[in-house]
T-cell receptor
Framework: RKEVEQDPGPFNVPEGATVAFNCTYS??????FFWYRQDCRKEPKLLMS???SGNEDGRFTAQLNRASQYISLLIRDSKLSDSATYLC????????????FGTGTRLTIIP | GAGVSQSPSNKVTEKGKDVELRCDPI?????LYWYRQSLGQGLEFLIYFQGNSAPDKSGLPSDRFSAERTGGSVSTLTIQRTQQEDSAVYLCASIRQGTQGEQFFGPGTRLTVL
C-alpha cells in the first residue's frame, strides 16, 4: 500500500462548480499535512497547510480526519486558473524531515 | 529574493555517460531535498540533506546515484553510467530551519538519456 494515496483523476469540472479531492495516508504517526499545486511542466508550490481543526483560505478549504487518516481539499467557485495537479503531502516527523508526496489529482476547469 | 536555482535546465546525454546536476538553494535554508518525477508520475524522494550531512538517502535508486552538499549550500546530484530509465525531471527543494512543509522547489533539470 502506498504511503499517500490519491485519486489520480482527471477531474473535468465546469467553471464555477465546487470540487473536492480526498487523500488517504497509511502512517498513523504522521504529524503534518499539506496540499501542493503543480502546474503543467512546472515545479510544485505549497497551496495550503492542513490543520486538525480544518482551515480555509479564500475559496479553498482543507480538512483533516486523523481517525480515518484522510485529508480533503474543497475548491468552491472554481476558476479556469485552478486547473492544475493537486498533490497531497504528508510529513511523518517534526522538523525538517522527509515529505511524502501523493501522485496527485489532475483537475481541469472547463469554460 | 532569489529562489532555488538548478542547472542545467535540460540535459541530453547518451546511455553510459555520467551526469552532474546542480542545485543552489535559497540562502539560509538548511535542509535540501532531491526528488525525481517521471512523466505523468508523482514525486519520488531521492535524498535529504540537513546541512552537509544526509540523514536520509533511502530514495537513491542504485549505487549509480550519489549526492553531496558542501558549505551547507550548493548540492550536486551525480548519476554515473546513465540508463534510459534515469530519464526524468530532477527537482531540488529547500526549506527554512524550523518550518514544516513549505518546501521551495527549483524549476528542475529535465534529463533525457538516449
Amino acid at each position: 500500500r502506498k504511503e499517500v494515496e490519491q485519486d489520480p483523476g482527471p477531474f473535468n469540472v465546469p467553471e464555477g462548480a465546487t470540487v473536492a479531492f480526498n487523500c488517504t495516508y497509511s502512517n498513523s504517526a504522521s504529524q503534518s499535512f499539506f496540499w501542493y499545486r503543480q502546474d503543467c511542466r512546472k515545479e510544485p508550490k505549497l497551496l495550503m497547510s492542513v490543520y486538525s481543526s480544518g482551515n480555509e483560505d479564500g475559496r479553498f478549504t482543507a480538512q483533516l480526519n486523523r481517525a480515518s487518516q484522510y485529508i480533503s481539499l474543497l475548491i468552491r467557485d472554481s476558476k479556469l486558473s485552478d486547473s492544475a495537479t493537486y498533490l497531497c503531502v504528508v510529513n511523518r516527523g517534526f522538523g525538517n524531515e522527509k515529505l511524502t508526496f501523493g501522485t496527485g489529482t489532475r483537475l481541469t476547469i472547463i469554460p | 529574493g532569489a529562489g532555488v536555482s538548478q542547472s542545467p535546465s535540460n540535459k541530453v546525454t547518451e546511455k553510459g555517460k555520467d551526469v552532474e546536476l546542480r542545485c543552489d538553494p535559497i540562502s539560509g535554508h538548511t535542509a535540501l531535498y532531491w526528488y525525481r518525477q517521471s512523466l505523468g508520475q508523482g514525486l519520488e524522494f531521492l535524498i535529504y540533506f540537513q546541512g552537509n550531512s544526509a540523514p536520509d538517502k533511502s530514495g537513491l535508486p542504485s549505487d549509480r546515484f550519489s549526492a553531496e552538499r558542501t558549505g551547507g549550500s550548493v548540492s550536486t546530484l551525480t548519476i554515473q553510467r546513465t540508463q534510459q530509465e534515469d530519464s526524468a525531471v530532477y527537482l531540488c527543494a529547500s526549506i527554512r530551519q524550523g518550518t514544516q512543509g513549505e518546501q521551495f522547489f527549483g524549476p528542475g533539470t529535465r534529463l533525457t538519456v538516449l
